[in-house]
């Protein structure tokens, strides 16, 4: 992530192992030498409506371990329920088909009184070397259409993965004037992690308005994967508690951009949330 002057159009998915790996050979500079200290980059882009995020980064994961572990729509729940204000998640049976979440305003909110988000789940591409995962949803929260989320992973070699997430919706009139309405208020001084300019200190002057927004929010779902992945391992049960915590420690290392809430104050509202994920399961 570094110098973004002007929004510009993302390059379409990757469709296939070859094109990711390219993607990963394009952006080798930027992966070896960024401000996260690790091979992690972030863009976005805004245009007429349309607000797209996206997150490239090398994971210490096998890909095997990778392909099996976000293959089916259920996985995504334990995936997507990590966030603050999603309060329950919902897959078809079997695992294929749709996916429903239910986002609340505030994570404090009663689940019923989130928002329910009914994705397409599609599995275009679940091969040896090459996985991509597509949510799709013609209607999201607060007046948001075409809300998207996108996952490619190919192996890089045989410890370490490639993942591309994108994350993007469209804003109509309604919706865009509450965007504005937040960007004046409790937005206001939230920033994303682009750097746009520097200081005459030279500290980095970070990207604000509609892509702030959108590059927070796909911050977000990338660490509820790498903190899904990262807790595979030990019992079954003690798994989602791990989930929590590490995504909230995820979280905490981006304070400006990320921090919502105390551990203390997001877990208990998250095992209440994680429990409803288990009961409709079951």
Known sequence: MYLMLLAFAFPVEAQDAQALRARHAALRA????NPFGRPLYVE???????????IYAVIDQPFKRVGEALRRSAQWCDVLILQANVKNCESSSGGGGALSIFIARKPTDLAERAYRV????????????????????????VGTTDYRIRLEAAPLDQ?????????SYTLGGAARMGMQVYLKSSGRDKVGFSVVDRAPDRRPVYVGGARGVVERNAMRYYLAVESYLGTLDGPAEERMEKRLRAFHAALERYPRQLHELELAEYLDIKR????????ARR
């Open 159 to 167: 410890n370490r993965t490639f993942l591309h997430l994108a994350y």
């Open 44 to 54: 976005s882009s805004e245009n007429h409506g349309e607000h797209k995020g996206a």
């Open 272 to 279: 209440r949330d994680a429990s409803r994920v288990l009961q």
């Open 118 to 141: 009914d994705f397409r789940y599609e599995v275009p591409a679940a091969n040896a070397d090459y996985l991509h995962v597509a949510l799709n949803a013609p209607e999201g929260p």
């Open 30 to 33: 930027e992966l070896a030498d």
